[in-house]
């Protein structure tokens, strides 16, 4: 598996968070694959079919297993891409995940699934709270 920098992981952070500015980082600095994996994550099936194309398997795997593939996570505990299985797990808040990612100092990987954590519970929260504001004449 390819490792990232420390700046790198804070960019992923940064485009969770919506930041601009933050997609020409990705290409400038070599690694045009972590953006491609962050729009595949957010649904752009042009970034998956990126991510296959030029030989990031891995992390399409990644977006699948975030996407209930269980064969894709398969895939990755097959392959010995287990921070990466991990990691799908760590974004859904699962402790055991969060505490392997910890032992294996994956604290990149670890920031990031924090963040995708956040993100996914802040998206839940607002959608539980729209629905009783229905007919609410203060909106």
């Given at each position: 598996?390819?490792?990232?920098s420390?700046?790198?992981?804070?960019k992923?952070?940064a485009?969770?968070?919506?930041?601009?500015g933050?997609?020409?980082?990705?290409?400038?600095?070599?690694?045009?694959?972590?953006?491609?994996?962050?729009?595949?994550?957010e649904?752009h099936?042009r970034s998956f079919?990126?991510?296959?194309k030029?030989?990031h398997?891995?992390?399409a795997?990644?977006?699948?297993?975030m996407n209930?593939?269980d064969?894709?996570?398969?895939?990755?505990?097959?392959?010995?891409?287990?921070?990466?299985?991990?990691?799908?797990d760590?974004?859904?808040g699962?402790?055991?995940a969060?505490s392997?990612?910890l032992q294996r100092k994956e604290?990149?990987?670890?920031?990031?699934?924090?963040?995708?954590?956040?993100?996914?519970?802040?998206?839940?929260?607002n959608f539980?709270?729209?629905?009783?504001?229905?007919?609410?004449?203060?909106r």
């Amino acid at each position: 598996m390819k490792t990232y920098s420390e700046e790198a992981f804070e960019k992923l952070c940064a485009a969770v968070r919506e930041e601009e500015g933050v997609e020409s980082w990705f290409t400038e600095n070599g690694v045009p694959e972590l953006w491609e994996f962050w729009n595949a994550i957010e649904g752009h099936e042009r970034s998956f079919r990126w991510l296959m194309k030029n030989h990031h398997p891995e992390l399409a795997a990644v977006v699948d297993s975030m996407n209930g593939n269980d064969p894709a996570k398969k895939w990755l505990l097959m392959n010995r891409f287990r921070e990466l299985a991990a990691f799908v797990d760590a974004a859904e808040g699962s402790q055991p995940a969060v505490s392997f990612l910890l032992q294996r100092k994956e604290d990149g990987w670890l920031n990031f699934a924090k963040a995708i954590y956040k993100k996914s519970q802040k998206r839940e929260k607002n959608f539980f709270w729209n629905i009783f504001n229905f007919g609410n004449p203060l909106r």
